[in-house]
């Protein structure tokens, strides 16, 4: 270490953008705090610099109100005083999909662009974790460092953090966090008294003679004397170390100039110290993690993919329809947002986020899909009516397609066929009366009340007859609900299946029900009379017992933790004697609906030591469902809940002896140990710490295997599993529901500590109707040799289905658009370049495992490039496009790959 040591002073502020108030008050103070820092900047030359939080959002939300500064607010960042990006928002990184953290950097990226520029720097102060591909992803921007503070654990504080594909970045750790140097703005006078101290502490850490001090932190606004606060500071220390004023940026750059020998650490960041990552915001508010779901899976899985391929057929891409809807998301991505860790009304505004993302995406997916469909040539099925399968994913595949036929008459006999002519088997899981009316402006016939085109199953001619009599073109008719099981669903493509109006006979399935059993070749799965279930896996011979019982717990936590009673009552599912019928019987799918009353202890009481014995009853209605020649079983669990201060979760024993746990994260399947180290378990935690815990974060699905054989639950939005470890096996906790009515508890400061403001939050005791869906799948092998990421895949986007309407289409009736080989690759995007005419092709490779990866596309090419995550050229070769149109190359493990194509 040299002598003489450079403190670099960054002056910042870190805005939550809604927390412990709802965005709108916090934005007049966003307005009033940048109102002064242009001020200060235009009048106080000696205060050079001022870091805006790394996140782009605030210059939208600033000039909404301010529109008169844009060129005041540009000329400064031009010219390198404050600094923005690279983000749109800062978000929390394991809640949000891997996709929504490019889009948010690549948002970042073009805004900040427009103003003049990027801050260069992965800045990350104050997410809760961070997950192990944040590297390749930063890389992936040309942003070769990385600043962050919660979760990590080091001697250090800068290493080197190496990503599982072995794209590193230089990380540089905040010592006492990104608020370490804030008296400077709070409390000038005790900043000069402590800053040696605080030197002290930052430069036992460091690797260089250079240090970093952040003067800021929430909400905080610049202070305009900073230069003469610094020398003062200056004139005080007389340990060779001096204080100048920096940015981020320039701190990098010193310390990659400097050279130092660093650490290498890889994987992901989720220790409870030096910094919290308050690991109970996992499971807070559920319902806002399933929306988050439905939202991004809207988005990356169809609307984005289906808009790609209409494009490649003429249509106009709906690229600021799209882009709207992204900024939504995002809106709803910080930590304080989609951690649900906030007051009451920021969750509100929520909703109203989620629920425009959603409007748009369906209404582009409905136009994109219906100019598909439009472009298949049905003259081969003469008069019957049709609709197409959409299959939204990289990878043939066969699942249930699920469509609504309408009917002129009751009781009609018909058949399906598929694109061969083939009849394939069908069934009618509803049937209802609908109004049906021929609407001349949209030219198509249509369900009263719906806006959507009804699948008249009816001779065309005898359509075109019908319209040509009824002037009033106004029918009552009946509308089934349809389940087909079809062959192979192309790749990112479509197939094309008929409704022939006579009976014929259909093929039958493997399907077969009993009185408390559903079975087909694969699986066999028991109804128990608890309500709990058996699975068979028939290939190897396992059984699972007494899976999918309920168990509710107490929690005396908070938003942030949970916590809980010291004397609990633990309530079991199997605890109540439900009602088990067979609602669906085949032949394409099975369901045995188990309904209960379940009564759980209301509150804890007032002390919050315990729950009361009073209890409240909570209808309970699950639907288990296997179908034909598929080994998942379906689960829909619709709860009331009436119950506050508990934690709901669903419980999955297995005979499976395992030390690790294996979940679908952000571009990769990570590894977590099932044990954690006694010392973490036993550790009493610090100031801005907290007790170490065994649930984690995850996406899709979570596997816990042997090599021999395996269980992965699935699922849709459910974001947190423990696996718990015991004599006969581990078992898997899926967590449904936390509920909770502080967003911080104070009396929780002696074992957790207090991470906000102690603000009632009645909402969050998720109180009312909720639904939830996951699937169990017993496998042989491990997760990567029973594809479970490709099944999770699979569960979570199942095919959608449109009509096909008029003639004139030159399309074939089935025909895959892009197909992705080897299996072990995922589709992550398609969509639209941006600024170009080309398309954007993301894969990623979730395993360790180096792969030879293929795409055929149907459109022919003109050119194929690599590009990075911000869709620029790599400068490298083009990729050969072969004469079956398809580009073949390497991917290392763990690998995202983007590839720019150029249609002809």
């Not at 979760?151 to 800068?158: L, P």
């Not at 610094?230 to 340990?239: E, G, M």
Request: hydrophobic fraction near 40%; include cysteine.
């Amino acid at each position: 270490m040299a002598e003489k040591t450079t403190a670099l002073v960054v002056s910042h502020t870190h805005w939550d953008r809604e927390w412990y108030l709802p965005f709108q008050r916090f934005r007049m103070r966003l307005v009033e705090m940048i109102d002064g820092l242009l001020d200060t900047l235009d009048g106080e030359p000696s205060f050079k610099y001022f870091t805006l939080d790394g996140q782009t959002i605030v210059l939208e939300d600033y000039l909404e109100i301010r529109p008169e500064n844009r060129q005041r607010l540009a000329a400064h960042i031009r010219n390198g005083r404050i600094l923005i990006g690279p983000w749109y928002v800062l978000p929390d990184e394991f809640l949000v999909s891997g996709e929504s953290l490019v889009r948010n950097l690549l948002l970042g990226r073009l805004i900040a662009e427009q103003y003049g520029g990027v801050m260069p720097v992965g800045y990350l102060p104050d997410t809760f974790g961070h997950p192990s591909q944040i590297p390749q992803i930063f890389q992936g921007f040309g942003l070769d460092n990385a600043i962050i503070y919660r979760g990590v654990q080091t001697v250090s504080s800068e290493f080197l953090w190496e990503a599982p594909d072995g794209t590193a970045v230089l990380a540089v750790f905040l010592p006492g966090g990104y608020c370490n140097a804030m008296q400077l703005t709070s409390a000038p006078q005790r900043f000069i008294e402590n800053v040696e101290h605080l030197v002290a502490k930052i430069k036992a850490m460091a690797t260089t003679d250079h240090i970093l001090l952040m003067n800021g932190c929430d909400h905080l606004a610049p202070r305009h004397e900073i230069e003469r606060i610094i020398t003062q500071a200056n004139q005080r220390l007389d340990n060779g170390v001096r204080l100048k004023q920096g940015t981020l940026p320039e701190y990098v750059e010193r310390v990659k100039a400097a050279n130092p020998k660093l650490e290498t650490i890889r994987g992901e960041f989720r220790k409870p110290c030096p910094g919290r990552v308050t690991p109970g915001v996992i499971s807070t508010r559920m319902y806002l993690k399933i929306e988050n779901f439905r939202s991004f899976t809207a988005l990356e899985k169809y609307a984005e993919p289906i808009s790609a391929l209409a494009w490649l057929l003429g249509e106009p891409y709906p690229h600021a329809f799209l882009w709207q809807a992204w900024k939504y998301l995002l809106q709803n991505h910080p930590h304080d947002s989609i951690c649900g860790c906030s007051v009451d009304a920021v969750h509100r505004d929520m909703l109203s986020r989620f629920r425009w993302v959603q409007e748009i995406a369906e209404e582009v997916i409905y136009r994109g899909i219906d100019r598909l469909a439009s472009a298949v040539d049905a003259s081969a099925l003469g008069d019957d009516a049709a609709f197409v399968a959409f299959n939204p994913l990289g990878q043939p595949r066969r699942d249930v397609c699920q469509h609504y036929v309408d009917f002129l008459e009751l009781g009609q006999e018909f058949h399906v066929r598929n694109h061969l002519g083939e009849v394939v088997p069908h069934q009618v899981i509803s049937r209802k009366r609908v109004s049906l009316f021929y609407d001349p402006v949209r030219g198509r016939v249509e369900l009263e009340g719906r806006q959507k085109p009804a699948m008249l199953a009816a001779p065309q001619s005898e359509v075109r007859q019908i319209l040509a009599d009824d002037v009033s073109h106004q029918w009552r008719g009946e509308e089934l609900e349809l389940l087909v099981l079809p062959g192979d669903l192309p790749a990112c493509g479509y197939t094309t299946y008929s409704i022939h109006l006579q009976n014929g006979e259909a093929p039958t399935t493997d399907l077969k029900t009993g009185a408390d059993y559903l079975e087909n070749d694969l699986v066999k799965v028991a109804v128990n009379r608890n309500g709990s279930i058996d699975i068979v896996d028939k290939r190897n011979n396992t059984i699972y017992s007494q899976l999918n019982l309920l168990e509710d717990k107490g929690d005396c936590g908070d938003e942030y933790t949970h916590c809980p009673p010291e004397q609990d009552i633990v309530t079991s599912t199997a605890e109540f004697e439900p009602h088990i019928r067979l609602v669906e019987d085949g032949p394409v799918r099975a369901t045995f609906e188990i309904e209960a009353t379940v009564l759980l202890p209301k509150r804890l009481n007032e002390d919050r030591l315990c729950r009361t014995e009073d209890r409240v009853g909570c209808p309970l209605v699950t639907r288990v469902s296997l179908t034909a020649g598929n080994p998942r079983v379906e689960v829909r669990v619709e709860l009331v809940n009436l119950a506050e201060d508990n934690v709901l979760r669903v419980i999955f024993p297995t005979p499976i002896q395992t030390d690790r746990s294996n979940a679908l994260g952000q571009f990769e399947v990570v590894s977590r140990p099932v044990r954690l180290p006694q010392e973490e378990l036993e550790r009493a935690p610090g100031p801005d710490e907290e007790t170490a815990v065994n649930t984690y974060p995850h996406h899709a699905f979570v596997d816990v295997n042997d090599g021999a054989r395996g269980l992965a639950i699935l699922s849709r939005g459910l974001t947190e599993y423990e696996v718990i470890p015991g004599a006969e096996g581990v078992t898997v906790a899926l967590t449904l529901l936390r509920s909770v009515g502080w967003l911080s508890r104070p009396d929780l400061q002696t074992r957790f500590g207090n991470a906000g403001p102690g603000l009632p939050t009645p909402d969050a005791q998720c109180l009312g109707r909720h639904v939830f869906e996951y699937a169990i799948l017993p496998h042989a092998g491990t997760w990567f040799t029973a594809n479970v990421h490709q099944e999770a895949e699979r569960y979570v986007a199942p095919p959608l289905c449109t009509v096909v309407r008029g003639e004139g289409g030159r399309m074939p009736l089935a025909q895959g658009f892009v197909t992705v080989e080897p299996d072990d690759l995922t589709m992550s995007a398609l969509k639209k370049a941006e600024g170009e005419g080309a398309l954007i092709l993301r894969l990623y490779n979730p395993t360790a495992n180096p792969v030879h990866a293929s795409v055929r596309l149907s459109a022919i090419l003109k050119e194929a490039r690599f590009v990075n995550l911000a869709e620029r050229d790599l400068g490298l070769a083009p990729l050969c496009v072969d004469r079956h149109n398809t580009i073949n190359f390497h991917m290392r493990g763990y690998e995202i790959c983007s590839i720019k194509l150029v249609k002809q």
